[in-house]
């Protein structure tokens, strides 16, 4: 039993990053879903794909993406924030930004999952998810 599985899949990135893989396989929930397409749409991983024929909750395959030159990841950091034991809240006002603006905060928001740019622009809080960059 997982007790924390968004820690989970950061660190599954994390450890696919840090060999060098080109994919990686992460069990699937909708909440890992909408975190995998902010980072598509951000720029962070080449694509994913939702396989949901093989078990009951599906898999989530996810392209990694490196810099052609210096074979170096996109991804520098991915760092989880809010944990079960102890939650990380912040309103619209105090979202943080994550190197001056050029990473980016997944927060959980009573308007779904988005980043701390889309979450400032529609003036909403939540919870601070994780850091990227």
């Known amino acids: 039993m997982n007790t924390d599985p ?9 450890n696919a990053v ?10 699937a929930s909708n909440l890992k879903k909408q975190i995998t ?3 598509f ?10 396989d949901d024929e093989n078990t009951a909750r599906g898999i989530i395959k996810i392209a990694l ?6 074979k170096e990841s996109v991804i520098k950091k991915i760092q989880r924030i809010s944990k079960p034991g102890l ?5 619209a006002n105090e979202l943080p930004r ?12 009573s308007h779904g999952v988005m980043t701390d740019k ?16």
């Open 6 to 14: 968004i820690a989970d899949y950061l660190t599954r990135i994390r």
């Open 118 to 133: 889309q979450a400032r622009k529609e003036n909403v809080g939540g919870e601070v998810l994780c850091y990227v960059y």
């Open 41 to 50: 749409d951000q720029g962070y991983i080449l694509s994913y794909k939702f």
């Open 65 to 70: 993406k490196y810099d052609k030159d210096s």
């Open 87 to 91: 939650r990380k809240y912040a309103g």
């Open 37 to 39: 397409k902010i980072l």
């Open 18 to 27: 840090a060999a060098g893989h080109r994919v990686v396989e992460i069990p």
């Open 98 to 109: 994550i190197l001056n603006g050029l990473g980016i905060a997944i927060v959980s928001t």
